[in-house]
């Protein structure tokens, strides 16, 4: 969905971010095997394909990589955010030149047996009680069959079928894969490297995801408010600090995160998870009276938590009260699309 509640479709904005990122696919891999084929020093040689299979495979590890920093740094500044909502042309193209990738290498390596190519990868090398000598083609192919289920269940029919939550696990194994993939470089092609540049390449990409993964989780999660129980309702803060058409996220300790909306003058409380992929609600803002979920656009009316017709998704609501300028929540969610009477904020606040 998109903000208005319009199906997806192929906007002009995504045509451009497609071109740009396949023109972008096109240029890296020209220009690494011009620089490859610049570098060989005498006495080695790489035929195309060698070279295509080196390219092939860094640009996946790197776009990969990219694709692990997107959803952190949207988190640092909304500049990311167009990123995040393409994030899945992204995987889809990673996944693709990863399947290219592995194709090359399988045929060139093992294409010329006397057993099925599959089969001769998978046991040609049974040494895995060896580090150098580990069969780190396995670890590759992990890593490719978890893209493969992440692309095959990328379009939001699977996200429907499947539910929000299991839809989420089932993408989630995208951090299994990038360890994979990093074990997989790291006892494979670094083995039999003598430039430096791999190595280089492959640590900082692995340290800035989780160093980005890290700080996101912990230090840039939203704009969390301390919650402190007064009468049994949450004490979120001062109206004022919460801008115009945005929110307050509140954690209250073993349930569910609320975010709380300022409209104008009106305050709301609604569950911090979107229905249609568990985004943050609390992070996007309110458009066109609606609040926008940032990750899809979904949206929902911020008095009811109910989306626009013709769309039926529903999100938990809370009562509020405003005492002295302070705002409270009702930890107790109501039931989604259950209309709620918004507080009011002082004239002197807006």
Known sequence: MAHGYKAVTWTPFKKRF????????????????????????????????????????????????FILCIGPMARLTPRFKPLLYNRRHLGVTTFLIALVHAGLVTLWYHGFSDINPIVSLLVSNPRYDSISGFPFE???????????????????FWNANLGPGLWKAVHMSVYGAYVLLVAHVALGAIQFEKHPAYVVLLASGAAIVT???????????????????????????????IPDSRAIILEPEGAERIAVFRNGNKVHAVSNVCRHQGGPLGEGRIIDGCITCPWHGFQYRPEDGRSPEPFTERISTYE???????????????????????????????
């Open 18 to 65: 497609d071109a740009w990122m396949l023109a972008g696919v096109a240029v890296y891999l020209t220009g690494f095997s011009a620089a490859s084929s610049l570098a060989t020093t005498d006495g080695e040689s790489f035929t195309p394909v060698q070279m295509l299979i080196r390219a092939t495979g860094t640009l996946a590890f790197l776009m990969l990589t």
């Open 138 to 156: 396995s670890l590759g192919l992990i890593a490719l069959l978890i893209l493969f289920l992440m692309a095959a269940t990328s379009h939001d």
């Open 211 to 241: 160093a980005l993964q890290l700080y996101s989780a912990f230090f840039a999660s939203g704009p969390d408010a301390k919650t402190r129980p007064t009468d049994g309702w949450l004490e979120v803060g001062s109206a004022a600090d």
């Open 320 to 350: 509020t009260q405003i005492r002295d300028g302070i705002i409270y929540v009702n930890p107790r969610p109501l039931a989604p699309g259950t209309p709620v009477t918004p507080s009011l904020i002082e004239e002197a606040v807006r």
